[in-house]
T-cell receptor
């Protein structure tokens, strides 16, 4: 079974702090994603990565950056946390995007609920 | 996303009853993914549909993609407390190699 793990389930930070959210997958997936989930808004893509050191902006990249130095690890960085970044953060990975077929679905981690005070 | 509408937003169902959740697109779906999320946790993949008219089942959950490939329905038969959670649909519009567009989710509560 694919396992996607996230470094923390709950995190409380202060405004202005630099925050690191870590995600690790153990199935050699090429693609990794960071989403935030807010009530009534569904999942919104922040950044994704299709290979080591490669990244693409999603729908809401402002205030975030990412790092993918190793294939299995994808980090989300909040350079200076703000209260409007209080949210549930979900990491996901998928095998490839070469074809839209069974087996290309995204596998999600358990989420990190971040509160910025 | 307005490209993908999920309905209803929330649903309270008596245990044992059937229910349907819909995911409607404004354009052709090349793939439609259904996920379930228990409160405060990550998403669990349920099913993926690609072909018009395709229907798949997973235990007591059945999902179907209509012939025109613009709507999918998720049907639960004889609901149980374990079905409670948030159901999300994610759409592949072929606009991007990587991105799925997500519905806002349907919150399902099962009354004992």
């Amino acid at each position: 079974d694919v396992k996607v793990t996230q470094s923390s389930r709950y995190l409380v930070k202060r405004t202005g702090e630099k925050v690191f959210l870590e995600c690790v997958q153990d199935m050699d997936h090429e693609n990794m994603f960071w989403y935030r989930q807010d009530p009534g808004l569904g999942l919104r893509l922040i950044y994704f990565s299709y290979d080591v050191k490669m990244k693409e902006k999603g729908d809401i990249p402002e205030g975030y950056s990412v790092s993918r130095e190793k294939k299995e690890r994808f980090s989300l960085i909040l350079e200076s946390a703000s209260t409007n970044q209080t949210s549930m953060y979900l990491c996901a990975s998928s095998l490839s995007t070469s074809g839209r077929r069974e087996g290309d679905e995204q596998f999600f981690g358990p989420g990190t609920r971040l509160t910025v005070l | 996303s307005q490209e993908l509408e999920q309905s209803p937003q929330s649903l309270i169902v008596q245990e044992g009853k059937n229910l349907t959740i819909n995911c409607t697109s404004s354009k052709t779906l090349y793939g439609l993914y259904w996920y379930k999320q228990k409160y405060g946790e990550g998403l669990i993949f349920l099913m993926m549909l690609q072909k018009g008219g395709e229907e798949k089942s997973h235990e007591k959950i059945t999902a179907k993609l209509d012939e025109k490939k613009q709507q999918s329905s998720l049907h639960i038969t004889a609901s149980q407390p374990s079905h409670a959670g948030i159901y999300l649909c994610g759409a592949d519009f072929r606009d991007s190699n990587y991105q799925l567009i997500w519905g806002a989710g349907t919150k399902l509560i099962i009354k004992p």
